[in-house]
């Protein structure tokens, strides 16, 4: 239910409109009610954030006060967008550490808090991008510590679900950093990375 609703700089996402936590906190009884109702006891309704740090990571404690005891129950997980390495570097050796370090706090110190404690996490988009001066054997890389250290944490952390951004390159002519986040190009030739997921798919899948 919504996407990036915590980023309020940018008018692509939904935070950048108002009241968004309202919206949040009456879209997902509704689509929860509805879900119900169609009998449709599988489907997954639940939210994403990027990560929360300082005052913002109150975020979904202000969910849960505006949504009330509703909202405790409603979501079936919380999820979280985050690109480690992309926006702020990470060396290669601390990047699992580092990974590690951003899921537990957003359990224990975004989710517990509010009351979301128990909740399943769903890591909705992670991804490093290839372009000028960034090696797709990197790509490859960091894909494999990112998805190792979900795999590894799991349990710990009722870490459930895991999401590549993305598949394809939106447009592989073009040198823009959000271009370039596929698994292949835009006509579908593989990259390292590809195969890597892959083989953790094959690994890791349940």
Request: aromatic share 8%.
């Amino acid at each position: 239910m919504a996407e990036e609703p915590n980023v309020t700089s940018n008018p692509t996402l939904d935070g950048y409109h108002p009241a968004g936590r309202e919206a949040i906190v009456r879209g997902v009884s509704a689509a929860k009610a509805r879900a119900r109702e169609l009998g449709h006891t599988g489907l997954r309704i639940g939210f994403n954030t990027t990560p929360l740090f300082g005052p913002a990571a109150s975020f979904a404690r202000d969910l849960t006060e505006l949504g009330g005891e509703d909202f405790l129950t409603d979501p079936d997980y919380a999820g979280l967008d985050f690109f480690p390495d992309v926006f702020q570097p990470v060396d290669a050796s601390d990047l699992p550490h580092a990974v590690e370090g951003l899921l537990r706090h957003h359990r224990d110190s975004v989710l517990a808090p509010a009351g979301l404690g128990d909740l399943p996490l769903h890591i909705t988009e992670h991804g490093w991008p290839t372009g000028p001066d960034r090696s797709p054997h990197r790509q490859a890389d960091v894909v494999e510590a990112v998805v190792k250290v979900i795999a590894a944490r799991s349990e710990r952390l009722h870490l459930r679900g895991s999401t590549h951004f993305a598949l394809r390159d939106a447009d592989s002519t073009r040198t823009g950093l959000f271009h370039h986040f596929g698994l292949t190009t835009d006509d579908y030739a593989p990259k390292p990375a590809f195969d890597t997921m892959k083989r953790l798919v094959e690994r890791f899948s349940v």
